[in-house]
């Protein structure tokens, strides 16, 4: 791909060009995750059927264990994604109202604060008495 102007013109047009390419990549390798997951249950039972028959089957026992690799990986991203999504839904919405977050910070502080110079004093009181 050819583009003359400016180099920073040259990678806007580049960027944007690529942006069409990605769009479209997370639904092709990603997939839909909980049609992997319920995918995975489905396989899940039939191998416990399977071994339930023929406990000792090696193909059985290697599949059960393959599943039981890739339901954690699918699980963890799972969490991993909802995780991120959710911080991201924070720093995008956030605590809009920032004046009663700094209020409450406050008071959280001073009330520790007191909290801790009661603890050395009790701490203090009882040294000395013995």
Not at 26 to 42: A, Q
Not at 73 to 81: G, P
Request: with cysteine; glycine share 4%; hydrophobic share 35%.
């Amino acid at each position: 791909m050819r583009i003359s102007g400016t180099h920073m013109f040259q990678l806007s047009k580049k960027l944007k060009h690529i942006k069409y390419e990605i769009k479209d990549w997370p639904k092709k390798y990603l997939g839909n995750l909980w049609d992997k997951i319920s995918k995975n249950e489905h396989k899940f039972e039939y191998v416990e059927e399977g071994l339930l028959e023929n406990p000792n089957s090696f193909c059985f026992n290697s599949w059960m264990e393959r599943l039981l690799k890739q339901r954690v990986k699918l699980v963890l991203f799972n969490h991993k994604y909802w995780g991120k999504l959710s911080r991201k839904n924070w720093l995008n919405n956030g605590d809009r109202n920032t004046k009663k977050f700094q209020r409450i910070a406050c008071a959280r502080r001073k009330r520790n604060k007191v909290i801790i110079i009661k603890k050395m004093i009790v701490a203090y009181g009882s040294m000395t008495r013995k």
